[in-house]
């Protein structure tokens, strides 16, 4: 517990070099939504368009309309300047449907989050969507404010995503299993996509095979989880739960 608990410590030492924010944050604020849209669209065809060539996976802007009606408190993203450069959506469920073995687009519901779960007790990883050029820890403090507002501050037993394995292809002569499982000379992960998961806590959970479109990959996907390690705690002292709220929002937004 003591190990995850330092990431967050260790993350906030880093100098800010952008700002993160949620859509609802935003939308409370009056913030220009269809701009932002248009914005966020630029983003992900710009990722996921070197991802894949299938359109499916890049939001539009019916679907982000219907993601920020839906859960837009979920919703995060980072800017730097004037220029989005990162994206976080997650939705909650339940540790049986997030577990289920399905594609990306059943489990966001074709990326209209529709099987967003409000009571849910799990959260869901749907996006993670980070310019190349961005300047350093966006991802890791895009994910852990996520982490520790949305899934530690609401009191949620854990954290799950669907994490791609993009250098896979280089190495597919091993079996899946032994290049997801296997480890460097150093103890690292084989791929450095999984490593980033893996230093920030999470385990590997399964194998999904044809995850998503995704050659790099060879479309498979690894469901991962993040294990809260106050959960007892925020199920017993419930009163706590803002108070790590206010927190995260200090720390990271």
């Known amino acids: ?6 990431v967050f410590s260790n993350l906030n030492k880093a100098p800010d070099q952008f700002c993160i924010a949620r859509i609802s944050d935003l939308i409370d604020a009056g913030v220009d939504i269809d701009n932002l849209i248009e914005r966020i669209v630029i983003l992900s065809k710009a990722i996921w368009g070197d991802v894949t060539d299938s ?30 450069i990162a994206t976080l959506t ?11 073995k399905s594609n990306w687009l059943n489990k966001s519901g074709d990326g209209y989050l529709t099987t967003h779960i409000p009571t849910g007790d799990v959260a869901f990883g749907v996006d993670l969507s980070v310019l190349k050029k961005s300047p350093q820890k966006v991802s890791d403090r895009i994910l852990l404010s ?26 597919k002569e091993m079996s899946v299993e032994d290049y997801v499982y296997g ?24 194998i999904i095979p044809e995850y998503m479109d995704d050659p790099a990959s060879m479309n498979y996907g690894v469901l ?14 419930p009163f706590i739960k803002p108070v790590i709220r206010w927190v995260g929002k200090k720390m990271f937004l």
């Not at 997650?90 to 289920?100: G, L, N, P, V, W």
């Not at 996520?146 to 190495?171: D, N, Q, T, W």
């Not at 460097?184 to 992960?189: F, L, M, V």
């Open 1 to 6: 517990m003591l190990k995850k608990i330092q």
């Open 55 to 84: 359109q499916c996976y890049t939001w539009t802007k019916d679907m982000l309309k219907i993601q920020f009606e839906i859960c837009p408190e979920l919703i995060y993203c980072a800017f730097n300047n004037d220029e989005v």
């Open 90 to 100: 997650y939705i909650r469920t339940t540790q049986s449907k997030a577990e289920f």
């Open 146 to 171: 996520a982490i520790l507002i949305g899934v530690i501050g609401e009191g949620l037993k854990s954290a799950y995503l669907g994490a791609r394995i993009p250098s896979y292809h280089k190495h």
């Open 183 to 206: 480890k460097r000379k150093n103890g690292k992960s084989l791929d450095p996509e999984l490593y980033f998961y893996m230093k920030d806590g999470f385990e590997i959970v399964e």
């Open 224 to 237: 991962i989880k993040w294990n809260n390690p106050l959960y007892r705690i925020t199920k017993t002292l």
